[in-house]
């Protein structure tokens, strides 16, 4: 059975820092999203691909398990850090999953400096944790159409319904 090495797509900080500045000296160009991705489905796997094709390399932060739970209440997340990690890691189009504790993103964009910084259409630029500093030292930001009728927080109550007509 082969199993999949998580190991050079799962990093720490440090090791993530290093391969990003790595990919940039070598000329490519670098994206960074970042989110919960809980429950991957359609709208997720559209997202990346396309924050994918905006860059040579594409880097997700990924909220902790307690992050989430904050964020999105006791009951989240679903599935813990480390399987949301490996299923992101196990997509062909993305490069890099960083864990962050923190409620945003927004130390650990300061630590990666990506050259393109991207979120959803449920997002206003302004409003985007890091987007001023990107522009400060000279990254860009992009903001992706949103897929209607795909969401975790959807799947969620989905799930929920069958339990309750059990």
């Not at 500045?21 to 809980?38: M, R």
């Not at 449920?122 to 522009?135: F, N």
């Amino acid at each position: 059975m082969t199993t999949f090495n998580m190991g050079s797509y799962i990093q720490d900080w440090t090791q993530a820092s290093q391969m990003v500045k790595s990919w940039q000296q070598a000329g490519l160009e670098v994206v960074f999203t970042n989110g919960c991705f809980d429950l991957i489905h359609l709208g997720h796997l559209t997202y990346l691909t396309q924050a994918a094709a905006l860059g040579d390399k594409l880097v997700i932060g990924l909220n902790s398990s307690a992050s989430v739970g904050r964020l999105k209440g006791a009951h989240r997340p679903i599935k813990d850090e480390i399987t949301r990690a490996s299923l992101l890691a196990a997509l062909a189009f993305v490069d890099l999953v960083v864990i962050f504790e923190e409620d945003t993103p927004l130390d650990l964009i300061h630590t990666l400096q990506p050259d393109v910084l991207v979120k959803g259409g449920d997002y206003d630029p302004e409003d985007i944790v890091g987007a001023s500093d990107m522009k400060r030292w000279g990254g860009t930001v992009q903001v992706l159409s949103f897929m209607e009728g795909y969401s975790t927080t959807a799947l969620e109550q989905k799930i929920r319904s069958f339990e309750s007509n059990d």
